[in-house]
């Protein structure tokens, strides 16, 4: 018998060559049909988060209708009662969810992901966050979106078989832009958004998926919901001269109402603002019962204008529609989003900061009779999200997206790169980071601790063994010795 090589075998090399090429690899389609699955399920999460939550806020609204003094009795009761269903096994459910996801990404440890990520955590994150906006809680549901998309990316990941903590960590990271593209309906921010803010860096490799991902999302979001901006297409710009001491204006006031929100929200664990969170961890759920009755309070002074996401009022400051009360808007739900935050409670703090930039840009707007004042208005509101989140990259291309508006793109980029060395005086570390880095401080603590516990349990059984070597009882250390025996 001959040993020759096959002519079928072998007549075609090329495409041989190009078949076995790393793109037709099964182990690659079995990473993008999953990666892509995922896509689809984040996408179908979110509208249906999306949906929910103007139902719980409209069930609010009627509510409310029966009397302006219901919320300060029912929302201080149910910001108690989120504390401390919060208190244990879903303590990950609590805050926004940005955190939790940039800790998963850079800790790889299973058992860690798995108490931040599990599927029963991004389902309570989703029902706590809907119950808290039936009570007016002044948060966004946009960070949630972004933690239950990264769940359900994480799970996925890891029903396809991919175990590995570094795909993984690809998974979340896919997951997380997923999730804010398809909450806001921006494609093009989601992936910003998750170099900026979730990575902090760019992979190369991956960046081809992750575009992809962003994209299947983006195409189911625009198929059942259609091509829309989320506060409508807003037609202004801002023409050279004069009119450009707004960037100046709203990168420095914006800036600095920004940096000023995130210090507050961080409750430093020294200075003035430790007291306050002592005062939580030693009773959050008085806190927050607190933290709800000051929310109410600031319901009624603002005429009920500080209550829920704030879209309502921001779509109308960049509509040019009026707004009640329209100068001490951006003040007052600032001030809403503190205590809001404060409670421990699960809600994100996107839309809240859109809200009080554009309430801000009103007001800044007064003073610059040479500025169109939507134009204000639009620099105001990414200005102050940058100063809140320290992503100016990402509070651009969001801005910019949620009003279709591409002839603001100079203006919007240099105030927001300006609110974010401004907001850094003083708040150094943008929030989500510094909340990241708290997890994973707390999470190394704790690491460390269970190493102490061991090597001290390892060190008295090592003492046993020699005692017991030399034919010596081994005596209990809470039994006292009776040393008249000796």
């Known amino acids: 018998m001959s040993n020759e090589p096959s002519p079928a075998n072998d007549s075609n090399p090329r495409l041989r060559a190009v078949l076995g090429h790393e793109f037709f690899a099964p182990y690659q389609w079995k990473r993008r049909i999953a990666l892509w699955s995922g896509a689809v399920l984040v996408a179908l999460a979110a509208i249906l988060f999306a949906k929910a939550s103007d139902w719980a806020y409209g069930l609010f609204l009627r509510i409310l209708a029966h009397g302006v003094w219901i919320p300060l009795i029912l929302t201080p009761i149910v910001f108690g009662l989120l504390s401390w269903v919060t208190a244990g096994k879903l303590r990950a459910a609590r805050g926004s969810g940005i955190p939790q996801v940039i800790a998963t990404i850079h800790i790889e440890d299973r058992d860690f992901r798995s108490r931040m990520l599990a599927l029963p955590i991004a389902a309570s994150k989703m029902a706590l966050t809907l119950l808290a ?12 979106t972004v933690h239950v998309g990264a769940g359900l990316m994480h799970w996925l990941g890891r029903r396809f078989g991919f175990t590995d903590p570094t795909s993984l960590s690809r998974f979340i990271l896919a997951g997380g832009a997923a999730g804010i593209a398809a909450a806001f309906n921006t494609p093009l921010a989601g992936v910003v958004f998750a170099i900026e803010e979730l990575a902090g860096t760019f992979e190369h490799r991956f960046s081809g998926l992750l575009l992809t991902a962003v994209f299947v999302g983006g195409v189911v979001s625009l198929g059942l919901l259609g091509n829309y901006a989320y506060f409508g297409t807003v037609q202004t710009s801002l023409p050279l001269g004069n009119a450009w001491l707004a960037v100046l204006a709203c990168g420095v006031i914006c800036g600095l109402a920004g940096g000023l929100f995130a210090r507050l929200i961080l409750l430093s664990r020294s200075g003035p603002l430790a007291a306050l969170g002592r005062l939580r961890d030693r009773s959050p759920v008085w806190f ?159 690491q460390a601790a269970r190493v102490d516990e061991d090597q001290q349990d390892q060190d008295l059984d090592e003492a046993a063994d020699a005692i017991s070597a030399y034919g010596e009882p081994v005596v209990p250390t809470h039994v006292p010795r009776d040393e008249s025996k000796s």
């Not at 999200?385 to 651009?396: E, H, I, N």
């Open 133 to 144: 906006l039936t009570v007016g809680a002044s948060i966004g549901r946009e960070g949630p």
């Open 288 to 446: 927050a019962v607190g933290c709800g009755l000051a929310l109410a309070v600031l319901g009624v002074l603002s005429h009920n204008a500080v209550y829920g996401t704030g879209y309502v009022q921001a779509r109308a400051f960049v509509q040019d529609a009026a707004v009640t009360p329209g100068h001490s808007f951006g003040v007052a739900k600032l001030l809403a989003n503190v205590v809001s935050y404060w409670a421990g409670i699960p809600g994100g703090i996107f839309s809240p900061a859109l809200a009080v930039g554009a309430g801000l840009g009103h007001n800044i707007a007064q003073f610059l009779p040479n500025a169109p004042e939507a134009a204000v208005v639009l620099l105001g509101m990414s200005a102050y999200l940058a100063g809140v989140t320290g992503a100016p990259l990402t509070s651009a291309v969001i801005a910019m997206e949620l009003t279709n508006n591409q002839a603001m793109v100079i203006p919007i980029m240099a105030a927001c790169l300006l609110a974010r060395a401004v907001a850094s005086t003083l708040c150094p570390t943008p929030v989500y980071k510094d909340f990241a880095e708290r997890m994973i401080r707390d999470f190394e603590q704790g």
